[in-house]
C-alpha cells in the first residue's frame, strides 16, 4: 500500500494546469484554506500574480474601512465569549490576542492592551492605507470587545478569576477568503519573490509591483519576514486565474529601526529616499529579501497618483479610524511649535505622513 506522501506528490507531478483543474475546482469555498505545492508549481502562480486592484480612492472611507462581511464601525461595541485554549487551533504570533466568539458563531482574533501591543494601532492603519490604494490586504477593525468569561489577560493565562471584562481599543480581523497556495504549511513568500511576477504570463505590470514595494517602505513594513505575506488563490477563481499576493501581517507598520509603530520612530525615519536621483529607496526591515530596493520611474508615478487622490480627511480619518488619539496618551511627549511639551496628536501624524508622501510626489527616477 502506497504512502499518503508517495500519492500526494505523484499527484502534484502533473502539470500546473491539470491540478488547478482538478483540485481547485474541488476546493470548499472556506474562508482559507491551504494547498501544497511543489516549488517549480508555486512559481508558475506567482508569474500570473496581481498585487493591485482598480478602486476609487477618492471615495473610501478610511474612518470605518470596508464594508461587507466582518464589518465594524470604529469604536463598535461587540459582545463575545472567550474561548477556552486547544492546542489544535492555535492562535499564533507573540503580540497579545486570544479567541472569543460573537453571538452569530464567529470566531474572532481580538488584539488587545494598546499600552503594550502596538500592533492594535499599526495594523489597522497599515491594512486600511493598503486597501484604499487598492493593494490587497485583509480587513482589520478598531472596535470595543466585551469578553464574557473572561481571564484577566487572556493572552499569557486562561486561568480564573473569569469575569465580563473590557478590551478598549482592541482589533478584530476578517480573513481574505480563498485558498493559500505554499510549498510548506503556513509559509509565505519574501520580497524577491515579486520580481518573478510577469505581466505577459498575466500577472501584475511592474509599476504596479514596484509602487507596491515603495508602499510597503512608505508604512515601514519592518515585519517582513516569509511569514507575514500570503499568496492566494481568491474565493470565485476555481481555476485560480487571478492568484493574488498581498501582505497578511501589516502589524509592523508606522515606525522605523524598532519597527513596531511609534511616532517619534516613523517621524526620524525621515526619509524615503537613500538615493533620490537613483531611486533608491532607503528600507530595511527584518528580512533581508527587500533592503534598499530600487524603484522605478512607472511605479513611483504609479502610487504617487494613488496617493495624490487622497483628501486631507482621509489621511486624517485614517488615523483616528485606527485610534491614534489613544496612542498618543502612551508615546513620548514631544516638544510643540510654542516650545511647549506636549501629547503627540493625529496631526503630528498626518504632517509626517504628507511630507513623505511629498517626497514620492516630487522625485524622478529613471525608467
Known amino acids: 500500500m502506497r504512502h499518503k506522501s508517495d500519492l500526494f506528490y505523484r499527484a502534484f507531478s502533473r502539470s500546473l494546469a491539470g491540478w488547478l483543474a482538478a483540485s481547485l475546482l474541488a476546493a470548499c469555498p472556506l474562508p482559507v484554506q491551504a494547498r501544497l505545492l511543489l516549488p517549480d508549481q508555486r512559481d508558475e502562480v506567482i508569474r500570473r500574480a496581481h498585487v493591485w486592484q482598480q478602486v476609487d480612492v477618492a471615495s473610501m472611507d478610511l474612518l470605518n474601512g470596508p464594508t461587507g462581511e466582518g464589518f465594524h464601525r470604529v469604536g463598535e461595541e461587540i459582545a463575545c465569549k472567550y474561548e477556552e485554549k486547544d492546542p489544535r487551533k492555535p492562535i499564533g504570533g507573540s503580540a497579545k490576542k486570544f479567541p472569543c466568539g460573537d453571538a452569530a458563531g464567529t470566531r474572532l482574533k481580538v488584539k488587545y492592551d494598546p499600552e503594550k501591543n502596538p500592533e492594535v494601532f499599526g495594523e489597522v492603519a497599515g491594512t486600511r492605507l493598503f486597501w484604499a490604494l487598492g493593494f490587497y490586504a485583509e480587513k482589520m477593525y478598531s472596535v470595543k470587545i466585551v469578553c464574557d468569561n473572561c481571564p484577566v489577560d487572556p493572552f499569557v493565562s486562561s486561568s480564573t478569576p473569569r469575569a465580563k471584562r473590557v478590551f478598549e481599543p482592541a482589533t478584530v480581523q476578517t480573513r481574505l477568503r480563498g485558498e493559500e497556495v505554499s510549498i510548506v504549511e503556513n509559509e509565505g513568500w519574501t520580497f524577491d519573490k515579486l520580481d518573478q511576477i510577469d505581466e505577459k504570463a498575466g500577472g501584475s505590470s511592474k509599476a504596479e509591483v514596484d509602487a507596491f514595494k515603495l508602499l510597503a517602505v512608505f508604512v515601514n513594513h519592518g515585519d517582513n519576514t516569509v511569514n ?69 520611474e512607472a511605479g513611483r508615478k504609479f502610487l504617487a497618483d494613488l496617493m495624490a487622490k487622497l483628501s486631507d480627511k482621509q489621511i486624517r480619518d485614517l488615523f483616528a479610524g485606527a485610534r491614534f488619539d489613544v496612542l498618543g496618551k502612551f508615546e513620548r511627549p514631544i516638544l510643540g511649535k510654542d516650545g511647549r511639551v506636549r501629547k503627540v496628536t493625529i496631526d503630528d501624524w498626518v504632517r509626517v505622513f504628507k511630507d513623505k508622501r511629498d517626497q514620492i510626489m516630487k522625485a524622478k527616477c529613471p525608467p
Request: with cysteine.
Open 228 to 296: 507575514q505575506q500570503r499568496l492566494l488563490c481568491p474565493e470565485g477563481d476555481p481555476a485560480c486565474g487571478r492568484p493574488i499576493m498581498y501582505v497578511a501581517d501589516l502589524g509592523g507598520t508606522f515606525g522605523g529601526t524598532g519597527y513596531y509603530t511609534s511616532f517619534r520612530n516613523w517621524s526620524k525615519k525621515a526619509a524615503i529616499w537613500k538615493d533620490p536621483a537613483g531611486c533608491l529607496a532607503d528600507f530595511k526591515g527584518t528580512s533581508p529579501r527587500l533592503v534598499d530596493p530600487k524603484i522605478g
